[in-house]
């Protein structure tokens, strides 16, 4: 198993312009989570779908975050327009539905830098 | 408000065992003790998980308390490529279908 995929690994942008950021799950998981790493906030959830569903996106910072899962096997995260304090490293996880799902297994992160 | 305590940062000396400490003092009776590390310039990895009995896998031990209020993870011959941030984390059965709650975490360093 390849492991949850992310792109871009790494993303320079200017301010004002949009970002997206993308996710494949590992195969025949349910659930889908977005999270964001700073130096000062540490890691945050920001978003998490089941069956592609949105469950619960209180994370997200504000309007000009937003998530979309069209498939089981895709996601993208997307930042309009982007902002210097939106650079961080952004992680994709997913994990198995059931009532014992125990491991969220994490993508290697796309690290934006916003100038 | 953070379920968790951790030291910030400990050394161990390579080839010893390495004994990361938690608090949890407010964990309540449904909830388990996760625990992830994430290495320098990747994504967080899961390691083990309990609820109240000890847990032993391939990577590691976890020792809980009886009353449940505090936690060790146990690396029990720590090498170079076990530096990393130890997270602890409690959460609800079925962690990996919630969001996790990430503390600033253990950094733990190996060294020769």
């Known amino acids: 198993d390849a492991g949850v995929i992310q792109s871009p690994r790494h993303e320079v942008t200017e301010m004002g312009q949009e970002v997206t950021l993308r996710c494949k799950p590992i195969?025949?998981?349910?659930?889908l989570f977005w999270y964001r790493q700073t130096m000062m906030r540490g890691l945050e959830l920001l978003i998490y779908f089941n069956n592609n569903v949105p469950i619960d996106d209180s994370g997200m910072p504000e309007d000009r975050f937003s998530a979309k899962m069209p498939n089981a096997s895709f996601s993208t995260l997307k930042i309009q327009p982007s902002e210097p304090r939106d650079s961080a490293v952004y992680f994709c996880a997913s994990s198995i539905a059931g009532p014992r799902t125990d491991t969220q297994y994490f993508g290697p992160g796309t690290r934006l830098t916003v100038l | 408000d953070a379920k968790t305590t951790q030291p910030t940062s400990m050394d161990c000396a390579e080839g010893r065992a390495a004994n990361l400490p938690c608090n949890h003092s407010?964990?309540?009776?449904?909830?388990?003790v996760y625990w992830y590390r994430q290495i320098h310039s990747q994504g967080p990895q899961y390691i083990i998980h309990g609820l109240k009995n000890n847990e032993t896998n391939e990577m590691a031990s976890l020792i809980i308390t009886e009353d449940r209020k505090s936690s060790t993870l146990i690396l029990p011959h720590a090498t170079l490529r076990d530096t990393a941030v130890y997270y602890c984390i409690v959460e609800g059965l079925g962690g990996g279908a919630d969001g996790l709650t990430f503390g600033k975490g253990t950094h733990l360093i190996i060294q020769p």
């Open positions: 407010t964990i309540s009776g449904n909830e388990y």
């Open positions: 195969s025949g998981h349910d659930y």
